[in-house]
Antibody, heavy 122, light 111 residues
Framework: QVQLQESGPGLVKPSETLSLTCTVS??????????WSWIRQPPGKGLEWIGY???????NYNPSLKSRVTMSVNTSKNQFSLKLSSVTAADTAVYYC??????????????WGQGTLVTVSS | QSVLTQPPSVSGAPGQRVTISCTGN?????????VHWYQQLPGTAPKLLIY???NRPSGVPDRLSGSKSGTSASLAITGLQAEDETVYFC???????????FGGGTKLTVL
């Protein structure tokens, strides 16, 4: 059974960089079949896809966040990471890592981490 | 404002059938992109319920079904149970935004 677990600071100061890591167990980030995504959910609100990283290191980011997002993958540790720069209070959210599967017609998120709340505050 | 529009809430009595709609446009659902559905229990991560418009992952009961037509999709739940009371999200891809998008979520109340 694939499991994902987010880790990182729960409190980040405004204008600083949010950094999170997702550790995968029961599966490999080196798989050619999947993409490794980050999704966030502000308290009491809906879900927003942030972007994904592929095992090769290639990335695809939400255009609305692209200028501030960097994702990477570490195959030796079976982890992938998210960095979001210049954060503001609007970036306060539960951040989920997820495994994304893409067929010929669409992509969906079939395994999720439990989520980690990141609060942006001084 | 979510790209995919869901009713904020729906309700039904135990044993009844309810449907949750997800309305998009010609850049997402209407463009032929599949719709997927997730269930989110309080304080937990979303769980995939339906993928590819109407397919259920193993372990999801056949009381749940999905359909798609034109620029909309629906999730139907028959034989409502108390455990169904939670929030449901739809998801698709939007070609004008170049991103995967979610509905705003629907809270299902079992009366």
């Amino acid at each position: 059974q694939v499991q994902l677990q987010e880790s990182g600071p729960g409190l980040v100061k405004p204008s600083e960089t949010l950094s999170l890591t997702c550790t995968v167990s029961g599966g490999s980030v080196s798989s050619v079949s999947y993409y490794w995504s980050w999704i966030r959910q502000p308290p009491g609100k809906g879900l927003e896809w942030i972007g994904y990283v592929y095992y090769s290191g290639s990335t695809n980011y939400n255009p609305s966040l692209k200028s501030r997002v960097t994702m990477s993958v570490n195959t030796s540790k079976n982890q992938f990471s998210l960095k979001l720069s210049s954060v503001t209070a609007a970036d306060t959210a539960v951040y989920y890592c997820a495994r994304q599967y893409c067929s010929s017609t669409s992509c969906y998120f079939h395994y999720w981490g439990q989520g980690t709340l990141v609060t942006v505050s001084s | 404002q979510s790209v995919l529009t869901q009713p904020p809430s729906v309700s039904g009595a135990p044993g009844q059938r309810v449907t949750i709609s997800c309305t998009g446009n010609s850049s997402n659902i209407g463009a032929g992109y599949d719709v997927h559905w997730y269930q989110q229990l309080p304080g937990t991560a979303p769980k995939l319920l339906i993928y590819g418009n109407s397919n259920r992952p193993s372990g999801v009961p056949d009381r749940l079904s999905g359909s798609k037509s034109g620029t909309s999709a629906s999730l139907a739940i028959t034989g409502l149970q108390a455990e169904d009371e939670t929030v449901y999200f739809c998801q698709s891809y939007d070609s004008s935004l170049n991103t995967w998008v979610f509905g705003g979520g629907t809270k299902l109340t079992v009366l």
